[in-house]
């Protein structure tokens, strides 16, 4: 067993094939093309060819937050192929740890049942501050409207600290796709 990481753009395809149905089956959404591309970096704990669990990190930028621009790794694509044997648990850590070599906040929308699993992985839980990201669509205001739940891992600037210190500002996202 061992984890790889690939950017987006160099997985082969036996790789996509079994990306696809993985995020198909737990997402019921399709993994597109923009999925694949060089900023995504995937995490993928395979043993021989058989994808075991996965993940990804893109870089999102730019984050603003009353007057300051932020970057951060949101965290995509988290699937473990077989539950209840680690092996999320393997993927996850180590996004968790290339986010802190990198002193790159990691950060991610769940839904509330996996916060015990991102919390045993060594991620800080905000529940009550999901409403406050806010991706601006032209003059469209968009949220989270299936009720997810923040993990995330600080980095030295600080970002989700001043984030919380005011709970009534809003931070601007320049994506919906972290949800
Ligand atoms: C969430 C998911 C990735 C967890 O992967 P997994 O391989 O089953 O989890 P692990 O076996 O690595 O679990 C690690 C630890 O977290 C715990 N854990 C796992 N899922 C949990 C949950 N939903 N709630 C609380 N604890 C959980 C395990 O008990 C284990 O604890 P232990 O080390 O004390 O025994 C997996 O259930 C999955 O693929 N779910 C469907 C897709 C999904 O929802 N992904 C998350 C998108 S945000």
Request: charged letters at 30%; hydrophobic letters at 40%.
């Amino acid at each position: 067993m061992e984890i790889f990481l690939k950017k987006g753009s160099e997985l082969s395809i036996d790789e996509l094939a079994q990306i696809k149905d993985a995020i198909f089956r737990e997402f019921k959404v399709p993994f597109q093309i923009a999925d694949q591309s060089p900023d995504r970096l995937f995490f993928l704990l395979k043993q021989e060819n058989k994808i075991l669990s996965m993940g990804a990190l893109w870089e999102v930028k730019p984050v603003s937050f009353e007057g300051e621009e932020f970057s951060f790794f949101g965290v995509l694509n988290v699937v473990a192929n077989e539950k209840g044997k680690g092996h999320g648990r393997q993927v996850v850590e180590a996004m968790r740890k290339y986010a802190l070599a990198h002193n790159k906040t990691a950060f991610g929308f769940c839904m509330p049942k996996n916060k015990g699993f991102y919390a045993k992985c060594g991620f800080q839980i905000e529940e009550n501050s999901t409403q406050r990201f806010v991706y601006a669509k032209g003059t469209e205001r968009i949220t989270n409207k299936d009720g997810q739940i923040i993990f995330y891992q600080e980095s030295s600037d600080n970002f989700m600290k001043k984030v919380l210190a005011q709970p009534e500002k809003e931070v601007s996202i320049p994506t919906e796709k972290l949800w």
